[in-house]
């Protein structure tokens, strides 16, 4: 078939032009808050957020697990709540803190932390959809704290391993568990085990290049612009562990090897998400501080959704400087 020379030329330059077209952001990407966030890439070509209970001072009362979505993860745009007053899951008082979304058996699952301050015994739940946007139905709690052997069991994360295994990776503060999942992701196989210790909370895992990295975050999430959130990151051959920070030692008695901190204007950053764009760059997404605007008005900390991209350099991740990017900065390729 011929194709005349100035369509092929014209196709050419278009490619070229969207293939390297440069996007700006700066951060924060969303606001007032979406405290813990995690991130999904769906087929509709949208990527979905999902945050922890919120009062956002919108007069609306709680947000009952938040869901934004963008198609560029730069410009976001709130689409609803995972659960209404109504709808909400009612096995054990609390708000609901921390979820995770994963794409399994051919549905969504979402699960999350239902907790208060201070509480003895939190747990984990699960809901499930047919859609990214809901409506999610709870199929109940997972485990609670007293039943898994675990204080302060919140902050989940759902990874499928190579094999096809699935697991759940759960803690906060009292060590970093994992443990089987059964086949319909409701329930759990066999014994936890341990693959951090007692400075972290908010795991999340990511393969790359035959390796595993957890991202864990150390420090307060919540005091406002005296948090001291942060997140370091360690390696391991397999999902199991052990994770071994940059120098060798054991992420059990180690703090791991920092990725990301404190900058001049942003405290706190910390609870990532990865997220990979269509030049196979990884997003850190997270949420953060900004030290001049650092309350919501009911009196919680203001924690809106921030994005970086994260440098791998001898193997290891970083996000530039070690702080929250400032300014103009070029964005993700989607």
């Known amino acids: 078939m011929f194709i005349p020379l100035a369509i092929l030329t014209l196709a050419v330059i278009s490619y070229f032009l969207f293939f390297n077209q440069t996007t700006e952001y700066k951060n924060p990407v969303f606001e ?22 919120d009062d956002w001072g919108d007069g609306k009362g709680s947000h009952y697990l938040p869901i934004i979505r963008s198609k560029d993860l730069i410009s976001w745009e709130y689409i609803g709540d995972a659960f209404t007053f109504d709808t909400k899951p009612d096995w054990k008082d609390g708000g ?15 699960y999350y932390s239902m907790s208060t ?60 568990y994992g443990i089987e999942l059964s086949k319909d992701g409701f329930s759990t196989v066999g014994d936890k085990f341990e693959i951090a210790g007692t400075a972290f909370e908010a795991p999340w895992i990511m393969e790359k290049d035959g390796a595993y990295y957890f991202f864990g975050s150390l420090g307060s ?56 764009d269509k030049k196979g760059t990884d997003w850190i997404v997270y949420h953060a501080i900004d030290k001049e605007n650092g309350w919501l008005p009911n009196g919680a900390t203001r924690r809106p959704m921030m994005i970086d991209p994260i440098v791998w350099e001898d193997g290891w991740p970083i996000v530039k400087d070690l702080v929250p990017g400032e300014g103009k900065q070029k964005g993700p390729k989607f």
């Open 32 to 53: 007032p808050v979406i405290a813990d966030p995690s991130v999904i890439k769906v087929d509709d070509g949208y990527l979905y957020a999902y945050g922890t209970e």
């Open 96 to 110: 609901l803190w921390a979820p995770h979304i994963a794409f399994f058996n051919d549905q969504y699952y979402l």
């Open 221 to 276: 999430c919540c005091e406002g612009e005296w948090s001291t959130y942060r997140v370091s990151v360690g390696k391991a051959d397999s999902i199991k562990g052990p994770y071994l920070d940059k120098d060798g030692n054991d992420l059990l008695y180690s703090e791991g090897t920092l990725v990301l901190a404190e900058g001049d204007n942003f405290a706190g950053p910390g609870h990532n998400a990865i997220v990979t």
């Open 117 to 176: 301050w201070g509480d003895a015994n939190p747990g984990i739940g699960v809901a499930t959809a047919e859609k990214p946007e809901g409506p999610f139905k709870d199929q109940g709690p997972l485990f609670t704290s007293d039943e898994i052997g675990v204080l302060n069991s919140i902050d989940p994360f759902h990874y499928i391993d190579k094999d096809g295994t699935p697991y759940l990776f759960w803690g906060s503060f009292h060590g970093i």
